[in-house]
């Protein structure tokens, strides 16, 4: 007889075949899981009915341990004496008729292993019998003692396991293990500092500081306490990180700090954000200055230290790397906007400039461009005044429509599906109220974007038409936004049209230099545009502009280096972030496989293509020659001797090749 599979752990379910068998009642179903706990121990009659019910007097009890028996033999055997045994000693669940997944993870956890812990890990899918409740005091209470029993055991051996891996740096075994064990508990604070602790060492800062925000909510939330002195040691050493040192020529590194908002109202805190954030966008304009990514510059500087003007700019300076710092206030009430703002030396701690301004809500972005001149000629550095008015968007009619673009662009940056889904009736709210409003059409391009170059493969050419369309709309509208240049560009090199594709990057680069997401990117762009040295050589300042960078800029990195013909660069950047994108494991089984080390050249093929079947295919078998084919569609070269590269790597890491395609790889 076909043996049952029961799972005890998460819901209570038992399957023969893979069918499931319908349990007959509550108290049947708590009667398996007493049995099946114990696989193979005799429980005493007298001890079963003391727990499933305790309010029948002896007799009653056993009457109704009797029918149980009968309804749960019929579930599941039939009506047979194959899986249970019974007689007036006591009533077994024999083992060699069942698989019972509490029974694997004790074993498991018992052995040790690396392997075992691994297993361990996918079988704890949930807690113990977590949706059973019977109402009998005595059961549940056995039910939630044994709970914690296995709670406890099996979330200590995976945290010694995490740190083991986390000890040997295997990133994308300890990144999956930690995200599993905080999905199980999600204020254990020890397998946070591990994931840190490997975020740190990966040069994964951006992603550090996150898990360092989640830590703190988690405990804020699940126990009401702040982190430990172990944890915020960790974040110190985020935040305090080590410089390299720069060029003495180079230009100077400016970081603009988050502006406070002094409104009563809190609500406007995101307004003070996104004014600092577009003041950012106005100063990375000229090539003459350096200017440190938002996301690094908000997201470096603690949120529980003083204000800023208590704060030593030294110290800031030095947390930050930065030589110069902007900081500032925003108010935005009566209808009036008061800003304030300072820029300050960091070496000195000297005020070189500030300024207050006091105008209409509807002028905020005339604000935000002479804050910006302003900071640039106190530096004394060259800048394009033509070039800042041509750049200056149209005027802006409603601030409703700025604070529609604003709270689009937050749902935009958490980079989910769900996030793209608010963020687009946001952008069509801010053009109903002003038809002009150019940047809300490149909002909604990267909705469409997003979604299509990374989340939504199977509705690839209704986003690309989608992104395409508003993105060239933007662009008619306002000729001086980089970001929509940049995001047609990149829509143009997926469909092949490379000379248009070169000219709106271009476009885009010279319009801001200093955008570090869009210096990332383009690394990868001039690589398929047959411009590898120079694609290669934007990573370097990309990563010093935003050390808190996320971690797909490690798959740029790589996806550049590799086609540049660079494996062991390409391999050091992959092995950072593997997981980052669906191909990352691909570029490395043919990195490898062009250094001759074919073991791990097919190690990296074997995961690619199992993400490729859970994350493109969504489970379904995919041909033989879908892997490479999706391959080359999304990485869109222009000259044959990068995809040649790229298809002799594949080839000899045992990738299944076309005829038509195989023609192409080189002997």
């Known amino acids: 007889m076909e043996r049952i599979e029961i799972r005890l752990l998460g819901d209570l ?18 009667l398996l899981a007493l049995l099946a706990s114990r696989p193979g ?3 005493s009659r007298e001890r079963l009915c003391d727990l499933l019910w305790p309010r029948s007097a002896p007799e009653q009890a056993r009457g109704s341990l009797r029918q149980a028996l009968a309804q749960l033999r019929r579930a599941l055997d039939g009506g047979g004496a194959g899986l249970i045994d019974a007689d007036h ?4 669940l024999r083992p060699d008729c069942a698989l019972v997944d509490v029974a694997e993870l004790e074993t498991a956890l018992a052995v040790g292993t690396p392997e075992g812990l691994e297993r361990a890990a996918q079988l704890y899918r949930g807690e113990f019998l977590g949706d059973l409740a019977l109402g009998e005091a005595p059961f549940d209470d056995w039910r939630q003692t044994e709970a914690e029993r296995l709670r406890r055991r099996t979330l200590q051996a995976l945290g010694r396991h995490l740190g083991e891996l986390v000890e040997c740096g295997d990133v994308e075994a300890a990144t999956g293990l930690g995200d599993r064990l905080l999905e199980l508990d999600p204020a254990a604070e020890e397998t946070h500092q591990a994931l840190i602790r490997l975020d740190i060492e990966r040069g994964a800062l951006g992603s550090a500081m996150r898990r360092y925000q989640r830590c703190r909510e988690a405990l804020a939330t699940g126990l009401g306490v702040r982190p430990s002195a172990a944890t915020e040691a960790l974040h ?5 990180r080590p410089t390299a040192g720069g060029d003495p020529g180079a230009p100077p590194l400016v970081a603009v700090l988050p502006f406070v908002s002094r409104a009563p109202d809190a609500s406007q805190a995101y307004l003070a954000l996104g004014f600092a954030e577009e003041v950012t966008r106005a100063l990375a304009r000229f090539r003459s200055l350096r200017v440190m990514a938002a996301q690094s510059s908000f997201t470096a500087w603690d949120p529980n230290a003083a204000p800023f003007a208590q704060v030593d700019p030294r110290e800031a300076g030095a947390r930050l790397g930065a030589r110069y710092l902007l900081a500032g206030s925003f108010t935005l009430a009566d209808g009036r906007l008061r800003v304030g703002a300072e820029l300050l030396d960091a070496a000195s701690g000297h005020c070189l400039w500030s300024e207050r301004y006091d105008a ?7 604000a935000q461009d002479e804050i910006a001149a302003a900071v640039a000629a106190a530096l004394a550095v060259q800048i394009d005044a033509d070039r800042l008015r041509a750049a200056r968007r149209q005027p802006l009619e409603s601030l409703a429509a700025y604070d529609c673009w604003l709270r689009g662009l937050a749902c935009l ?3 989910t599906p769900e996030g793209l889904i608010e963020a687009r009736p946001l952008f069509q709210r801010a053009l109903e109220i002003h038809p002009g409003f150019a940047r809300a059409y490149t909002g909604l391009s990267l909705t469409h974007f997003n979604e299509w170059s990374c989340l939504a493969w199977d509705r690839w050419d209704e986003n690309e038409r989608q992104a395409y369309c508003y993105a060239e709309q933007g662009a008619r509208m306002d000729d001086g936004d980089h970001l929509t240049h940049f995001v047609l560009g990149r829509i143009l090199l997926y469909r092949r049209e490379f000379e248009r594709a070169a000219w709106h990057l271009e476009r885009a680069e010279s319009l801001n230099p200093n955008d570090a997401d869009m210096l990332a990117q383009l690394s990868l762009s001039d690589v398929c545009l047959g411009e590898p040295q120079r694609g290669v050589a934007r990573v370097p300042l990309a990563l010093r502009l935003n050390p808190f960078h996320d971690d797909w800029y490690f ?9 540049a013909r660079r494996p062991e660069e390409a391999i050091g950047y992959a092995r950072r972030a593997p997981q980052a994108a669906v191909d990352m494991h691909a570029g490395l089984a043919c990195a490898y496989a062009h250094l001759g080390e074919q073991d791990e050249a097919r190690r990296h093929l074997a995961a690619f293509l199992a993400m490729f079947q859970r994350r493109i295919t969504f489970g379904r078998p995919h041909a033989p020659d879908e892997p490479v084919r999706w391959l080359l569609h999304v990485t869109p070269v222009r000259r044959p001797e990068e995809r040649n590269y790229l298809i002799a790597g594949l080839a000899r890491a045992g990738l299944s090749l076309p005829a038509d395609i195989a023609a192409c790889a080189p002997r």
């Open 555 to 563: 798959a740029f990195a790589a996806a550049a280096s590799l086609l």
């Open 13 to 30: 379910s038992a399957r023969r075949a893979g069918t499931p068998l319908r349990l007959p009642t509550r108290k049947a179903g708590g």
């Open 360 to 366: 209409g809500a509807t002028e905020v972005f005339a």
């Open 41 to 43: 121990a005799n429980l």
């Open 89 to 92: 000693a006591g009533v077994r």
């Open 236 to 240: 110190q050493r985020i935040r305090v």
């Open 413 to 415: 940056r958490l980079g």
